[in-house]
């Protein structure tokens, strides 16, 4: 079975299994109820004595309630996955599939909140409007630049830590793969030269977290759909009032103020991170050859690659890496985001920043104790991660001064560990006792 034939097999299956399952997530009472008098302390008059102490001491709803393990994933559906503006409906599966790891990987509480907005602020005030609830927010799914100023907006207003992972965990992981890679190739961070292909969400986010990383600005090029961007360009007066965060990058990348497109940018660079169009053909296997010695290729559209890894080798790639499962190298959120949620719910923190992500995505970079060709990240398999990244975040946090709760990063490590996998065995029951059923057959 090729790549194409793959990609035609799971959706065939997901479609199935989603109509026999109806819901990735569902609610179950986390408290004993064994009689009627037991509704008296969980309910009413109980509950209302609980409800005047949160009353006097909001901070309580932390300690009193779900609150401390509970985030909401909050879209638009306005660019979901590949498939661009497909509405909050058709954004639901995609919320409950984010929700399903965020409660295996990391035992949080996750819940799907597919909105039906119109603009940035009506987002930013939906989403503030709902804070009471949750310990933090999971953007997703949301066009560019409208994240940049939804993100912007509710980290600003927000007492809790606001995270759109299409930019943020994707910067992440990119960096923890990149700090790999550039070892296998025996290569320094300061020294790399990058091309970013395509300067939406992921790479621009990409880009920052990179300068924060080391990487010198000048050695980024990105491209976007109407070429390479530098301070010339005739659209860069509009792209300043319709999106600061990629009008600045024009400005302070591209030291060599290199003109042209795709193949001009890749020409001498050591490493290519591209995301954008999922089209196969995208990169041009010539192109890989005008690069440095030992390339490196992040072919990470979805569900189509720009490259085939395998044509991106046969061009002399040293290390390729995709963003789907059935290929070695997957640079996938999903390691970042639990782990980092993990994280900051147990500090309590009131944020995340930079600076946390550099240390996050070093931690999964080190995770990997000999790194090859074909093995840069640690896959979903390896569970010690995400106590790993909560540990690193939430002392990290601490010592950002965001954290409204202290420990050693040994104690957090301890408090992830042992909320991950008493969850992990919880759902190990249910599968035994057949509450979750097993798959169906599909022809």
């Known amino acids: 079975m090729d790549s194409r034939e793959r990609t035609l097999h799971f959706n065939k299956i997901a479609v199935e299994y989603s109509k026999y399952y109806k819901g990735k997530v569902r609610v179950y009472p986390n408290v004993p109820i064994t009689h009627l008098s037991d509704f008296s302390f969980w309910y009413t008059p109980g509950v209302a004595e609980v409800s005047m102490q949160i009353n006097r001491h909001p901070e309580d709803s932390f300690e009193m309630t779900g609150r401390w393990n509970t985030i909401g994933i909050v879209t638009d559906g306005t660019r979901v996955l590949g498939l661009g503006n497909v509405g909050p409906e058709a954004a639901t599966p995609v919320m409950e599939g984010k929700a399903m790891l965020f409660n295996l990987l990391g035992g949080i509480n996750a819940i799907p909140l597919p909105i039906r907005v119109s603009s940035a602020q009506e987002f930013v005030n939906v989403t503030k409007a709902l804070e009471p609830a949750f310990g933090g927010f999971n953007l997703e799914d949301i066009e560019s630049p409208k994240c940049f100023f939804v993100l912007r907006d509710l980290q600003k207003a927000l007492s809790i830590p606001a995270w759109h992972d299409d930019q943020l965990g994707t910067a992440c992981i990119i960096l923890a793969g990149m700090i790999n890679a550039l070892r296998i190739a025996g290569k320094k961070i300061p020294d790399a030269k990058i091309s970013l292909i395509g300067s939406g969400a992921a790479n621009i986010a990409a880009a920052h977290l990179m300068i924060e990383a080391g990487i010198k600005p000048e050695n980024i090029i ?222």
Do not use: C
Not at 262 to 288: F, N, R, T, Y
Not at 406 to 435: H, P, Q, V, W, Y
């Open 222 to 443: 990105m491209v976007d759909s109407h070429g390479i961007m530098e301070p010339e360009r005739s659209d860069l007066d509009k792209i300043m009032l319709s999106n600061p965060w990629k009008y600045e990058l024009a400005l302070k990348t591209n030291g060599e103020r290199k003109k042209g497109n795709i193949a001009e940018s890749m020409d001498g660079a050591d490493i290519v991170v591209s995301a954008a169009k999922s089209e196969p053909g995208l990169i041009k296997p010539e192109w890989i050859k005008k690069m440095n010695s030992d390339p490196i290729i992040f072919a990470l559209a979805n569900p189509l690659p720009e490259i085939w890894p395998e044509d991106a080798k046969k061009a002399g790639a040293k290390v390729v890496a995709t963003g789907r499962s059935d290929f070695p190298n997957q640079i996938n959120n999903s390691l970042v985001f639990p782990g980092i949620f993990r994280g900051v719910l147990d500090a309590r923190s009131k944020g995340v920043n930079f600076n946390i992500m550099v240390k996050a995505a070093y931690e999964i970079a080190n995770y990997v104790k000999d790194p090859t060709e074909d093995n840069i990240v640690p896959t979903m398999d390896d569970w010690e991660l995400y106590p790993r990244v909560a540990s690193s975040v939430a002392r990290a946090t601490v010592d950002e001064g965001l954290a409204r709760k202290t420990d050693s990063k040994e104690g957090f490590f301890k408090t992830a560990s042992d909320i991950i996998s008493e969850n992990r065995e919880n759902f190990s029951k249910l599968m035994k006792f057949n509450i979750v059923k097993k798959l169906p057959e599909v022809e």
